[in-house]
Every structure is written in structure tokens, then in C-alpha cells.
T-cell receptor, first 113, second 108 residues
Framework: ETGVTQSPTHLIKTRGQQVTLRCSSQ?????VSWYQQALGQGPQFIFQ???????GRGNFPPRFSGLQFPNYSSELNVNALELDDSALYLC????????????FGSGTRLTVV | ELKVEQNPLFLSMQEGKNYTIYCNYS?????LYWYRQDPGKSLESLFV?????AVKQEGRLMASLDTKARLSTLHITAAVHDLSATYFC????????FGAGTRLTVKP
């Protein structure tokens, strides 16, 4: 059974650019959630996808968008990058509405300069 | 809006001692999670608590949930250095909300 994989692991972008982060969910999981974790803080919920539909969204602007594919993998897109977008972006997959827990990927460290 | 509060935020303890981390949350939820995070790493699932009165133990860590008091505790027994990490609780309402984390340092 494979876990959650995220790519890339590290990324440096310039303010104003766009970025796409990728996540492959754990086998058997149909729900993917994305989180932003700034240094020294707890993860903040961005949004969740369930069976290719957005299933909840946190307090993030529309320039944060996402997709889920038929194989349940997912993308997080961020447009018009700002310096404050620098963070660790975590993807988590789950099944059965999280009753068995969420499995987190190793994250993508995004630095905006 | 769901709020999740952990305390303490920083905890320094000696090896062999016991301590409890508290997690309070503001709205009804019947699912609570505890995670561990090592510096620069992702989140490792420790416990999933699904019902009032749930208690789970793994090694020196024991977690409990009181949904009526909206409180979960993570108890550390006879701490060892390897337990040094940041511990997060997270609660499901419409989405999963995390506490700010408790940074635990266990000293010899």
C-alpha cells in the first residue's frame, strides 16, 4: 500500500508567478485535503476534494484553486504569488470521511521571493 | 467558527516525568485527531478518537476524548528524549481544524 506522495518537495518562485503542486492520494482513499503551514504555526485548511468535487473551503482567496482527478490525485494551484504564500503545503488523503484518520504527505516547501 | 486551543504551547520536561497536553474546541464534534510533527517533517498520525469517552494508548502516550466538555488530553508517561516533537490536535467540523501545537522538549 503506497502512502501520500507530493511533488515537488521544494520550490522557489518569484512574487506574481503561478505554481502548481501535486498530490497522489493513498490507495483506497477518495478524499484529499490541502493545508498551508507557515513556520511555527499549525496547518490551516485550504480546501478538500471528494470524488472530484470541492467539498469545503477554508479562508483562502480565490487565487488558491484545486482539482481532483478520477484516480483521486489532486493539484493545488496558486496564482499571483505573494511573499506570505511562503509555507509548507501539506496534502492529506482519507477514506470513510476520515474515520480512520488522515494520511499526510511529506509536503512541498514553497518559498516566494 | 470552530476554534481549537491547545495548552501549553511550549513544554520542557525532564526524562521520566509525566505530563498532560490539553486540547479544547469550541463546537460540537465527535472526531478528534492527534498528530506528531518533527522539525521540517510532515504530520504523523498518532490517534483517532471517534466517540465520547474514547481512550487510546500507544507506548508512553495516551489520548482521551470528552465530547461533552469538548476536551481531549494527551498524557505522556515517563517521558523519553525521543518524544521531543510538536504535537497537534485537530477537530473535524465541516473541515479539519488544527490547534497551534505544543512544542515538547524532553531533557535528560
Amino acid at each position: 500500500e503506497t502512502g501520500v506522495t507530493q511533488s515537488p518537495t521544494h520550490l522557489i518562485k518569484t512574487r506574481g508567478q503561478q505554481v502548481t503542486l501535486r498530490c497522489s492520494s493513498q490507495s483506497g482513499h477518495n478524499t484529499v485535503s490541502w493545508y498551508q503551514q507557515a513556520l511555527g504555526q499549525g496547518p490551516q485548511f485550504i480546501f478538500q476534494y471528494y470524488r472530484e468535487e470541492e467539498n469545503g473551503r477554508g479562508n483562502f482567496p480565490p487565487r488558491f484553486s484545486g482539482l481532483q482527478f478520477p484516480n483521486y490525485s489532486s493539484e493545488l494551484n496558486v496564482n499571483a504569488l505573494e511573499l506570505d504564500d511562503s509555507a509548507l503545503y501539506l496534502c492529506a488523503s482519507s477514506s470513510q470521511q476520515g474515520n480512520y484518520g488522515y494520511t499526510f504527505g511529506s509536503g512541498t516547501r514553497l518559498t516566494v521571493v | 467558527e470552530l476554534k481549537v486551543e491547545q495548552n501549553p504551547l511550549f513544554l520542557s520536561m525532564q526524562e521520566g516525568k509525566n505530563y498532560t497536553i490539553y486540547c479544547n474546541y469550541s463546537t460540537t464534534s465527535d472526531r478528534l485527531y492527534w498528530y506528531r510533527q518533527d522539525p521540517g517533517k510532515s504530520l504523523e498520525s498518532l490517534f483517532v478518537l471517534l466517540s465520547n469517552g474514547a481512550v487510546k494508548q500507544e507506548g508512553r502516550l495516551m489520548a482521551s476524548l470528552d465530547t461533552k466538555a469538548r476536551l481531549s488530553t494527551l498524557h505522556i508517561t515517563a517521558a523519553v528524549h525521543d518524544l521531543s516533537a510538536t504535537y497537534f490536535c485537530a477537530v473535524i467540523s465541516n473541515d479539519m481544524r488544527f490547534g497551534a501545537g505544543t512544542r515538547l522538549t524532553v531533557k535528560p
